[in-house]
């Protein structure tokens, strides 16, 4: 059976039989979807693998300390913006 390495919500890599959903970045703590154009490119170039990592969904990268992509996920990533401008203000 294969075997996969995930980040949990705590940040620490578990094992999982199913493969994640989401992929991020350690160094940049963004996540997004798999086939992100922007990933895709980082990944060509060869700098991006040492630090991707790979979350099961949404709710764990989050819970995680990730934030989401631009590229991939915009409306996430405008959400995430206008909270985050939320709590600087406040």
Request: hydrophobic letters at 35%; one cysteine or more; proline letters at 6%.
């Amino acid at each position: 059976m294969r075997r996969y390495t995930l980040l949990g919500a705590d940040g620490h890599a578990r094992r999982s039989a199913a493969p994640g959903t989401l992929g991020g970045h350690r160094q940049s703590r963004l996540y997004g979807r798999l086939d992100c154009p922007s990933a895709v490119r980082a990944l060509a170039r060869g700098g991006y693998t040492p630090h991707r990592v790979f979350f099961a969904d949404e709710k764990t990268a989050v819970a995680a300390g990730y934030r989401p992509c631009a590229a991939c996920l915009p409306h996430q990533y405008a959400d995430w913006k206008s909270e985050s401008r939320a709590t600087v203000t406040s």
